[in-house]
Protein backbone atom coordinates (compact mmCIF):
# COMPACT_ATOMS: atom_id res chain seq x y z
CA UNK A 1 0.00 0.00 0.00
CA UNK A 2 1.48 3.30 -1.10
CA UNK A 3 1.85 5.98 1.38
CA UNK A 4 0.32 8.35 -0.53
CA UNK A 5 -3.41 8.62 -1.93
CA UNK A 6 -4.03 8.69 -5.47
CA UNK A 7 -6.22 11.58 -6.89
CA UNK A 8 -9.31 9.94 -8.87
CA UNK A 9 -8.90 11.00 -12.72
CA UNK A 10 -12.41 13.19 -13.33
CA UNK A 11 -14.32 13.56 -16.68
CA UNK A 12 -17.03 15.86 -16.85
CA UNK A 13 -19.74 15.47 -18.45
CA UNK A 14 -21.25 18.09 -20.90
CA UNK A 15 -23.98 19.62 -18.07
CA UNK A 16 -21.17 19.96 -15.38
CA UNK A 17 -21.26 16.75 -13.65
CA UNK A 18 -18.37 15.07 -12.48
CA UNK A 19 -17.81 11.40 -12.98
CA UNK A 20 -14.92 9.28 -11.57
CA UNK A 21 -13.22 7.25 -14.22
CA UNK A 22 -12.09 4.59 -12.30
CA UNK A 23 -15.60 4.36 -10.13
CA UNK A 24 -17.26 5.13 -13.27
CA UNK A 25 -19.98 7.16 -11.00
CA UNK A 26 -21.11 10.08 -10.72
CA UNK A 27 -20.63 12.70 -6.93
CA UNK A 28 -23.36 14.04 -8.06
CA UNK A 29 -26.18 15.05 -11.03
CA UNK A 30 -25.29 18.87 -11.74
CA UNK A 31 -28.38 20.98 -11.43
CA UNK A 32 -29.87 18.39 -8.88
CA UNK A 33 -27.22 17.38 -6.60
CA UNK A 34 -28.18 20.11 -4.15
CA UNK A 35 -31.48 19.20 -4.12
CA UNK A 36 -30.64 15.61 -3.74
CA UNK A 37 -28.67 16.70 -0.76
CA UNK A 38 -31.19 17.96 0.63
CA UNK A 39 -33.69 15.70 -0.08
CA UNK A 40 -31.42 12.41 0.55
CA UNK A 41 -29.42 12.99 3.42
CA UNK A 42 -30.85 16.31 5.00
CA UNK A 43 -34.23 15.52 5.55
CA UNK A 44 -33.56 11.67 5.27
CA UNK A 45 -31.65 12.03 8.69
CA UNK A 46 -34.38 14.18 10.21
CA UNK A 47 -32.63 17.68 9.96
CA UNK A 48 -32.67 20.12 11.31
CA UNK A 49 -35.49 18.69 13.99
CA UNK A 50 -32.97 16.34 15.06
CA UNK A 51 -30.98 18.69 16.62
CA UNK A 52 -33.42 20.76 18.30
CA UNK A 53 -31.67 21.99 21.85
CA UNK A 54 -28.92 19.91 21.49
CA UNK A 55 -25.58 21.89 22.11
CA UNK A 56 -23.77 19.71 20.32
CA UNK A 57 -24.87 17.58 17.29
CA UNK A 58 -22.06 14.91 15.02
CA UNK A 59 -23.28 13.70 11.59
CA UNK A 60 -20.68 11.35 10.09
CA UNK A 61 -20.85 10.38 6.08
CA UNK A 62 -18.79 7.85 4.27
CA UNK A 63 -17.37 9.40 1.23
CA UNK A 64 -16.36 13.02 0.82
CA UNK A 65 -16.00 13.16 -2.11
CA UNK A 66 -16.77 17.12 -3.47
CA UNK A 67 -17.85 18.03 0.10
CA UNK A 68 -20.99 18.93 -1.01
CA UNK A 69 -22.78 17.33 1.55
CA UNK A 70 -20.45 19.23 4.15
CA UNK A 71 -21.56 22.34 2.74
CA UNK A 72 -24.96 22.19 2.59
CA UNK A 73 -25.12 20.58 6.11
CA UNK A 74 -23.38 23.73 7.56
CA UNK A 75 -25.73 26.01 5.63
CA UNK A 76 -28.54 24.21 7.27
CA UNK A 77 -26.50 24.69 10.84
CA UNK A 78 -26.00 28.41 9.59
CA UNK A 79 -29.57 28.90 9.41
CA UNK A 80 -31.00 26.51 12.25
CA UNK A 81 -27.91 26.76 14.88
CA UNK A 82 -29.93 25.18 17.86
CA UNK A 83 -28.61 27.81 20.09
CA UNK A 84 -25.74 30.65 19.54
CA UNK A 85 -22.66 28.29 21.71
CA UNK A 86 -24.36 24.87 19.83
CA UNK A 87 -21.27 22.64 17.86
CA UNK A 88 -21.73 20.62 14.70
CA UNK A 89 -19.03 17.66 14.29
CA UNK A 90 -18.89 16.64 10.79
CA UNK A 91 -16.72 13.80 10.24
CA UNK A 92 -16.07 11.96 6.78
CA UNK A 93 -14.35 9.46 5.13
CA UNK A 94 -12.28 9.98 2.01
CA UNK A 95 -9.81 7.86 0.13
CA UNK A 96 -9.57 9.29 -3.12
CA UNK A 97 -9.59 13.18 -2.76
CA UNK A 98 -10.02 15.33 -5.62
CA UNK A 99 -7.65 17.66 -6.34
CA UNK A 100 -8.55 21.25 -5.62
CA UNK A 101 -8.62 22.10 -9.08
CA UNK A 102 -11.52 19.50 -9.37
CA UNK A 103 -13.04 20.23 -6.25
CA UNK A 104 -13.32 24.26 -7.07
CA UNK A 105 -14.96 23.20 -10.32
CA UNK A 106 -17.51 20.96 -8.96
CA UNK A 107 -18.40 23.31 -6.50
CA UNK A 108 -18.79 26.11 -8.00
CA UNK A 109 -22.03 24.84 -9.98
CA UNK A 110 -23.51 25.90 -6.18
CA UNK A 111 -23.02 29.63 -6.36
CA UNK A 112 -25.40 30.10 -3.05
CA UNK A 113 -22.58 27.67 -1.57
CA UNK A 114 -19.61 29.83 -2.62
CA UNK A 115 -18.72 31.55 0.52
CA UNK A 116 -18.75 28.24 2.33
CA UNK A 117 -16.93 26.39 -0.75
CA UNK A 118 -14.16 28.97 -0.45
CA UNK A 119 -13.50 28.76 3.20
CA UNK A 120 -13.63 24.64 2.02
CA UNK A 121 -11.02 25.00 -0.67
CA UNK A 122 -8.56 27.09 1.48
CA UNK A 123 -8.15 24.34 3.27
CA UNK A 124 -8.30 21.44 1.16
CA UNK A 125 -6.75 18.36 2.10
CA UNK A 126 -3.73 16.74 0.47
CA UNK A 127 -3.45 13.10 -0.93
CA UNK A 128 -1.91 12.39 2.56
CA UNK A 129 -3.06 9.52 4.83
CA UNK A 130 -3.50 11.79 7.94
CA UNK A 131 -6.66 13.52 9.47
CA UNK A 132 -6.99 16.67 8.04
CA UNK A 133 -9.35 19.03 11.05
CA UNK A 134 -10.42 22.30 10.53
CA UNK A 135 -12.41 24.62 13.13
CA UNK A 136 -15.32 26.89 11.67
CA UNK A 137 -15.39 28.90 15.64
CA UNK A 138 -18.12 31.85 14.05
CA UNK A 139 -20.29 28.62 13.05
CA UNK A 140 -19.41 26.36 15.50
CA UNK A 141 -18.46 23.58 12.94
CA UNK A 142 -15.33 21.51 13.13
CA UNK A 143 -14.62 19.31 9.95
CA UNK A 144 -12.78 15.76 10.82
CA UNK A 145 -11.90 14.20 7.23
CA UNK A 146 -10.05 10.90 8.07
CA UNK A 147 -7.90 10.66 5.16
CA UNK A 148 -7.31 6.95 4.13
CA UNK A 149 -9.43 3.62 3.06
CA UNK A 150 -12.26 3.71 5.32
CA UNK A 151 -11.34 -0.35 6.22
CA UNK A 152 -8.62 1.53 7.57
CA UNK A 153 -9.52 4.90 9.10
CA UNK A 154 -12.98 3.91 10.53
CA UNK A 155 -11.90 1.32 12.62
CA UNK A 156 -9.41 3.53 13.84
CA UNK A 157 -11.58 6.47 14.41
CA UNK A 158 -12.98 7.94 17.70
CA UNK A 159 -16.62 9.60 17.52
CA UNK A 160 -20.56 9.37 18.44
CA UNK A 161 -22.52 10.28 15.72
CA UNK A 162 -26.23 11.38 15.60
CA UNK A 163 -26.81 11.30 12.15
CA UNK A 164 -25.05 8.98 9.10
CA UNK A 165 -24.62 10.10 5.49
CA UNK A 166 -24.20 7.02 3.29
CA UNK A 167 -23.07 7.71 0.34
CA UNK A 168 -19.92 5.89 -1.15
CA UNK A 169 -21.04 5.55 -5.30
CA UNK A 170 -23.17 2.71 -6.32
CA UNK A 171 -22.71 -0.54 -4.47
CA UNK A 172 -23.22 -1.98 -7.72
CA UNK A 173 -19.85 0.15 -8.50
CA UNK A 174 -18.00 0.28 -5.22
CA UNK A 175 -18.47 -2.34 -3.07
CA UNK A 176 -15.67 -1.46 -0.88
CA UNK A 177 -17.28 1.70 0.25
CA UNK A 178 -20.61 -0.79 1.19
CA UNK A 179 -18.94 -4.27 2.40
CA UNK A 180 -20.87 -6.28 5.16
CA UNK A 181 -17.45 -5.35 7.71
CA UNK A 182 -18.66 -1.31 7.99
CA UNK A 183 -22.55 -1.65 8.91
CA UNK A 184 -21.41 -3.31 12.42
CA UNK A 185 -18.67 -0.44 12.96
CA UNK A 186 -20.76 2.33 12.21
CA UNK A 187 -23.49 0.69 14.64
CA UNK A 188 -20.88 0.74 17.26
CA UNK A 189 -20.36 5.31 16.37
CA UNK A 190 -23.69 5.81 16.50
CA UNK A 191 -25.82 7.21 19.24
CA UNK A 192 -28.95 5.23 20.57
CA UNK A 193 -31.58 6.81 17.79
CA UNK A 194 -28.79 7.43 15.26
CA UNK A 195 -30.32 8.01 11.72
CA UNK A 196 -29.05 6.88 8.35
CA UNK A 197 -30.23 8.58 5.15
CA UNK A 198 -28.73 7.20 1.55
CA UNK A 199 -29.80 6.95 -1.63
CA UNK A 200 -29.60 3.38 -1.94
CA UNK A 201 -32.25 0.98 -1.42
CA UNK A 202 -29.72 -2.39 -2.70
CA UNK A 203 -30.70 -5.50 -0.86
CA UNK A 204 -27.47 -5.96 0.45
CA UNK A 205 -27.35 -2.59 2.46
CA UNK A 206 -30.71 -2.94 3.84
CA UNK A 207 -29.82 -6.65 5.59
CA UNK A 208 -26.31 -5.26 6.72
CA UNK A 209 -28.14 -2.42 8.46
CA UNK A 210 -31.13 -4.32 9.89
CA UNK A 211 -28.06 -7.06 11.14
CA UNK A 212 -26.53 -4.42 12.81
CA UNK A 213 -29.76 -2.86 14.76
CA UNK A 214 -31.19 -0.33 12.56
CA UNK A 215 -34.55 -0.29 11.88
CA UNK A 216 -34.64 0.09 7.67
CA UNK A 217 -37.61 1.55 5.69
CA UNK A 218 -38.12 3.02 2.05
CA UNK A 219 -39.16 6.42 1.91
CA UNK A 220 -40.00 7.91 -1.88
CA UNK A 221 -36.68 8.82 -3.44
CA UNK A 222 -35.56 12.25 -4.84
CA UNK A 223 -36.41 13.44 -8.90
CA UNK A 224 -35.74 10.19 -11.54
CA UNK A 225 -35.09 8.19 -8.26
CA UNK A 226 -38.28 6.00 -7.13
CA UNK A 227 -36.93 5.47 -3.71
CA UNK A 228 -34.05 5.82 -1.14
CA UNK A 229 -33.67 4.44 2.29
CA UNK A 230 -34.05 6.26 5.83
CA UNK A 231 -32.95 4.11 9.03
CA UNK A 232 -32.36 4.73 12.55
CA UNK A 233 -30.38 2.67 15.59
CA UNK A 234 -33.17 0.79 17.33
CA UNK A 235 -30.78 -2.00 19.24
CA UNK A 236 -27.73 0.11 20.09
CA UNK A 237 -24.95 -3.03 20.28
CA UNK A 238 -23.28 -4.27 23.37
CA UNK A 239 -20.83 -1.46 24.49
CA UNK A 240 -17.37 -2.96 24.32
CA UNK A 241 -15.31 -1.95 27.25
CA UNK A 242 -13.99 1.15 27.27
CA UNK A 243 -10.40 0.98 28.57
CA UNK A 244 -9.38 4.47 27.69
CA UNK A 245 -12.62 6.41 29.17
CA UNK A 246 -13.43 7.79 26.18
CA UNK A 247 -17.01 7.43 25.43
CA UNK A 248 -18.11 8.78 29.00
CA UNK A 249 -16.71 11.77 28.15
CA UNK A 250 -17.12 14.31 31.28
CA UNK A 251 -19.20 17.80 30.12
CA UNK A 252 -17.34 19.82 28.04
CA UNK A 253 -14.80 22.23 30.62
CA UNK A 254 -16.28 25.79 30.08
CA UNK A 255 -13.94 27.40 32.52
CA UNK A 256 -10.38 26.47 32.11
CA UNK A 257 -7.17 27.92 33.37
CA UNK A 258 -4.11 27.69 31.44
CA UNK A 259 -0.58 27.45 33.13
CA UNK A 260 2.17 28.66 31.07
CA UNK A 261 2.45 31.53 28.19
CA UNK A 262 4.57 29.36 25.65
CA UNK A 263 3.75 28.44 22.47
CA UNK A 264 2.23 25.09 24.54
CA UNK A 265 -0.27 27.20 26.30
CA UNK A 266 -0.69 30.13 23.98
CA UNK A 267 -2.14 27.05 21.59
CA UNK A 268 -4.13 25.32 24.23
CA UNK A 269 -5.74 28.90 25.38
CA UNK A 270 -6.49 29.60 21.52
CA UNK A 271 -8.02 26.38 20.75
CA UNK A 272 -9.89 26.43 23.63
CA UNK A 273 -11.18 29.77 23.12
CA UNK A 274 -11.79 28.82 19.37
CA UNK A 275 -14.18 26.09 20.92
CA UNK A 276 -16.27 28.35 23.17
CA UNK A 277 -14.40 28.14 26.81
CA UNK A 278 -13.85 31.00 28.84
CA UNK A 279 -10.15 30.65 29.17
CA UNK A 280 -7.25 32.86 31.18
CA UNK A 281 -3.74 31.99 31.26
CA UNK A 282 -1.50 32.49 34.14
CA UNK A 283 2.55 32.56 33.58
CA UNK A 284 4.85 34.06 36.47
CA UNK A 285 7.34 35.51 34.29
CA UNK A 286 5.52 36.66 31.06
CA UNK A 287 4.98 35.57 27.49
CA UNK A 288 7.42 33.48 25.59
CA UNK A 289 10.26 33.61 28.78
CA UNK A 290 11.12 29.76 28.68
CA UNK A 291 12.10 28.16 26.02
CA UNK A 292 9.55 29.85 24.04
CA UNK A 293 11.48 32.61 24.72
CA UNK A 294 14.16 32.07 21.71
CA UNK A 295 13.88 34.31 18.95
CA UNK A 296 12.93 31.87 16.46
CA UNK A 297 11.97 28.47 15.64
CA UNK A 298 11.49 26.31 12.82
CA UNK A 299 8.65 23.82 11.86
CA UNK A 300 9.27 21.12 10.11
CA UNK A 301 8.49 17.34 9.37
CA UNK A 302 9.55 14.61 11.16
CA UNK A 303 9.59 11.39 8.42
CA UNK A 304 9.40 8.09 9.88
CA UNK A 305 10.77 5.78 7.09
CA UNK A 306 8.11 3.30 8.22
CA UNK A 307 4.06 3.63 7.88
CA UNK A 308 3.30 3.20 11.79
CA UNK A 309 0.65 5.02 13.69
CA UNK A 310 3.12 7.46 15.19
CA UNK A 311 4.30 8.46 11.77
CA UNK A 312 1.20 9.13 10.92
CA UNK A 313 0.60 11.01 14.26
CA UNK A 314 3.78 13.10 13.57
CA UNK A 315 2.69 14.13 10.25
CA UNK A 316 -1.14 15.17 11.23
CA UNK A 317 0.85 17.21 13.70
CA UNK A 318 3.26 18.89 11.40
CA UNK A 319 0.26 19.71 8.68
CA UNK A 320 -2.18 20.68 11.67
CA UNK A 321 0.71 22.89 13.46
CA UNK A 322 1.62 24.40 9.54
CA UNK A 323 -2.13 25.11 8.71
CA UNK A 324 -2.05 27.15 12.23
CA UNK A 325 1.04 29.04 11.51
CA UNK A 326 0.92 29.94 8.36
CA UNK A 327 -1.27 33.06 7.86
CA UNK A 328 0.33 34.68 11.39
CA UNK A 329 2.77 37.41 10.84
CA UNK A 330 5.12 35.63 13.00
CA UNK A 331 5.00 32.80 10.67
CA UNK A 332 7.40 32.69 6.77
CA UNK A 333 7.56 30.10 4.63
CA UNK A 334 10.71 28.73 3.59
CA UNK A 335 12.36 25.07 2.14
CA UNK A 336 14.92 23.51 4.33
CA UNK A 337 17.82 21.12 3.00
CA UNK A 338 18.23 18.22 4.70
CA UNK A 339 21.45 15.98 4.55
CA UNK A 340 22.05 13.02 5.82
CA UNK A 341 24.15 12.87 8.73
CA UNK A 342 25.40 9.47 8.94
CA UNK A 343 25.01 6.11 7.02
CA UNK A 344 21.68 5.26 8.79
CA UNK A 345 20.47 8.11 7.87
CA UNK A 346 21.16 8.65 4.16
CA UNK A 347 19.63 4.67 3.96
CA UNK A 348 16.39 6.22 5.85
CA UNK A 349 16.14 8.78 3.20
CA UNK A 350 16.36 6.76 0.30
CA UNK A 351 13.54 4.59 1.63
CA UNK A 352 11.42 7.63 2.25
CA UNK A 353 11.78 8.58 -1.39
CA UNK A 354 11.16 5.49 -2.28
CA UNK A 355 7.72 5.66 -0.72
CA UNK A 356 7.20 9.39 -0.05
CA UNK A 357 4.17 10.30 2.66
CA UNK A 358 4.07 13.78 1.62
CA UNK A 359 3.75 15.05 -1.46
CA UNK A 360 6.00 16.37 -4.42
CA UNK A 361 4.73 19.65 -2.81
CA UNK A 362 6.11 18.95 0.27
CA UNK A 363 9.08 16.77 -0.45
CA UNK A 364 11.90 16.42 -2.58
CA UNK A 365 14.69 14.34 -2.88
CA UNK A 366 17.70 16.93 -3.38
CA UNK A 367 21.63 15.38 -4.69
CA UNK A 368 23.83 14.47 -2.01
CA UNK A 369 20.86 11.95 -0.70
CA UNK A 370 19.13 15.12 0.94
CA UNK A 371 15.67 15.81 1.20
CA UNK A 372 14.04 19.36 0.54
CA UNK A 373 11.01 20.24 2.80
CA UNK A 374 9.44 23.21 1.03
CA UNK A 375 6.61 24.51 2.51
CA UNK A 376 8.51 24.42 6.03
CA UNK A 377 8.40 27.24 8.44
CA UNK A 378 10.46 29.78 10.18
CA UNK A 379 8.77 30.78 13.38
CA UNK A 380 9.00 34.16 15.08
CA UNK A 381 7.74 32.49 18.66
CA UNK A 382 7.18 35.53 20.51
CA UNK A 383 4.69 37.05 17.44
CA UNK A 384 3.17 33.57 17.20
CA UNK A 385 2.39 33.86 21.34
CA UNK A 386 1.16 37.55 21.23
CA UNK A 387 -1.16 36.09 18.12
CA UNK A 388 -2.72 33.18 19.77
CA UNK A 389 -3.36 35.26 23.06
CA UNK A 390 -4.75 38.15 21.17
CA UNK A 391 -8.41 37.38 22.65
CA UNK A 392 -7.19 35.69 26.24
CA UNK A 393 -6.92 37.42 29.30
CA UNK A 394 -3.34 36.71 30.51
CA UNK A 395 -2.40 36.94 34.05
CA UNK A 396 1.49 37.69 34.35
CA UNK A 397 2.89 37.66 38.15
CA UNK A 398 2.90 34.73 41.43
CA UNK A 399 0.18 31.78 40.55
CA UNK A 400 -0.81 29.97 43.44
CA UNK A 401 -2.28 26.64 42.31
CA UNK A 402 -4.74 23.90 43.87
CA UNK A 403 -4.56 21.20 41.64
CA UNK A 404 -7.21 19.49 44.35
CA UNK A 405 -9.43 22.09 44.43
CA UNK A 406 -9.16 23.23 40.89
CA UNK A 407 -8.16 26.47 42.43
CA UNK A 408 -5.77 29.02 40.62
CA UNK A 409 -5.08 32.44 42.57
CA UNK A 410 -8.27 32.06 44.27
CA UNK A 411 -10.38 31.61 41.86
CA UNK A 412 -12.35 28.28 40.60
CA UNK A 413 -12.06 26.60 37.45
CA UNK A 414 -13.34 23.37 35.55
CA UNK A 415 -10.12 22.52 34.39
CA UNK A 416 -6.43 23.27 34.66
CA UNK A 417 -4.02 22.47 31.97
CA UNK A 418 -0.17 22.36 32.64
CA UNK A 419 1.74 23.75 29.83
CA UNK A 420 4.58 24.43 31.97
CA UNK A 421 7.39 22.42 31.02
CA UNK A 422 9.58 21.56 33.63
CA UNK A 423 7.89 23.52 36.05
CA UNK A 424 5.43 20.36 35.87
CA UNK A 425 7.27 18.56 38.17
CA UNK A 426 6.37 21.29 40.76
CA UNK A 427 2.24 19.92 40.36
CA UNK A 428 2.83 16.48 40.09
CA UNK A 429 5.77 15.45 41.72
CA UNK A 430 5.21 11.49 40.39
CA UNK A 431 5.24 12.77 36.48
CA UNK A 432 9.06 12.92 37.30
CA UNK A 433 9.90 14.34 34.17
CA UNK A 434 13.23 14.93 33.35
CA UNK A 435 14.80 17.72 31.17
CA UNK A 436 17.53 17.92 28.51
CA UNK A 437 18.95 20.66 28.26
CA UNK A 438 19.36 22.20 24.59
CA UNK A 439 21.60 24.86 23.23
CA UNK A 440 20.99 28.08 20.58
CA UNK A 441 23.15 30.83 19.52
CA UNK A 442 21.31 33.33 17.49
CA UNK A 443 23.03 36.66 15.60
CA UNK A 444 21.06 40.11 14.56
CA UNK A 445 22.29 42.64 11.99
CA UNK A 446 23.80 40.35 9.47
CA UNK A 447 23.11 40.95 5.69
CA UNK A 448 19.39 40.63 4.93
CA UNK A 449 18.46 36.91 3.33
CA UNK A 450 15.12 35.93 2.35
CA UNK A 451 14.02 33.10 5.00
CA UNK A 452 16.61 30.08 4.35
CA UNK A 453 17.15 27.04 6.49
CA UNK A 454 20.05 24.23 6.63
CA UNK A 455 19.13 20.87 8.91
CA UNK A 456 21.33 17.96 9.29
CA UNK A 457 20.90 16.45 12.75
CA UNK A 458 21.41 20.45 14.04
CA UNK A 459 20.16 23.74 11.77
CA UNK A 460 20.73 26.86 10.78
CA UNK A 461 18.15 29.44 10.48
CA UNK A 462 18.32 32.61 8.46
CA UNK A 463 15.55 35.26 8.44
CA UNK A 464 16.48 38.80 7.38
CA UNK A 465 18.80 40.34 9.63
CA UNK A 466 18.82 37.07 12.21
CA UNK A 467 20.60 34.03 12.12
CA UNK A 468 20.18 31.56 14.60
CA UNK A 469 22.05 28.10 14.92
CA UNK A 470 20.24 25.23 17.09
CA UNK A 471 21.37 21.75 18.36
CA UNK A 472 18.22 20.32 18.91
C1 LIG B 1 -20.59 9.59 -4.32
S1 LIG B 1 -19.03 10.07 -3.84
C2 LIG B 1 -19.31 11.07 -2.41
C3 LIG B 1 -19.94 12.39 -2.71
C4 LIG B 1 -19.80 13.34 -1.56
N1 LIG B 1 -20.53 12.96 -0.39
C5 LIG B 1 -20.08 14.78 -1.96
O1 LIG B 1 -20.77 15.49 -1.18
O2 LIG B 1 -19.56 15.20 -2.98
C6 LIG B 1 -18.29 8.61 -3.10
C7 LIG B 1 -16.94 8.84 -2.45
O3 LIG B 1 -16.50 7.65 -1.83
C8 LIG B 1 -15.08 7.58 -1.95
N2 LIG B 1 -14.61 6.21 -1.76
C9 LIG B 1 -14.78 5.15 -2.58
N3 LIG B 1 -14.21 4.03 -2.08
C10 LIG B 1 -13.65 4.39 -0.89
C11 LIG B 1 -12.92 3.68 0.12
N4 LIG B 1 -12.65 2.37 0.01
N5 LIG B 1 -12.51 4.36 1.22
C12 LIG B 1 -12.80 5.67 1.35
N6 LIG B 1 -13.48 6.39 0.43
C13 LIG B 1 -13.90 5.77 -0.68
C14 LIG B 1 -14.87 8.08 -3.35
O4 LIG B 1 -13.55 8.49 -3.57
C15 LIG B 1 -15.88 9.21 -3.45
O5 LIG B 1 -15.32 10.45 -3.11
Known amino acids: MARLLT ?16 AGDVYFTAGDGLAETRAVFLQGCGLPEAWVGRDQFTVAETGFGTGLNFLALCELWQAHRPAPAAWLHFVSFEGFPLTPADAMQALAAWPELSALAGRLLADWPEPIRSVHHLVWPDLGVTLTLHLGDIHDTLPASRFMADAWFLDGFSPAKNEEMWAADLYGLIAERSQPGATIGTFTVAGAVRRGLAEAGFDVAKAPGHGRKRQRLEARLAQPPAPKPDIYGLRALPAPARKIAVLGAGVAGASAANALTERGAAVTVFDPVGSASGASGNPLALLMPRLDAGDTVQARLLIDAYLAARRTYAGMIGGHETS ?19 DPPLPLEDLEAISGGGLLHKRALILEPARIIADLLESVPVQIGPVDVSLEARMVNGEAFDAIVLATAMETNRQLDWINLEGRLGQVDSVAGAAPVEADVMASGHYALALGDQRLWGAT
Open 7 to 22: HPTIDWKEDGTPVARE
Open 336 to 354: VRQMPRDEAERTRFAKLLA
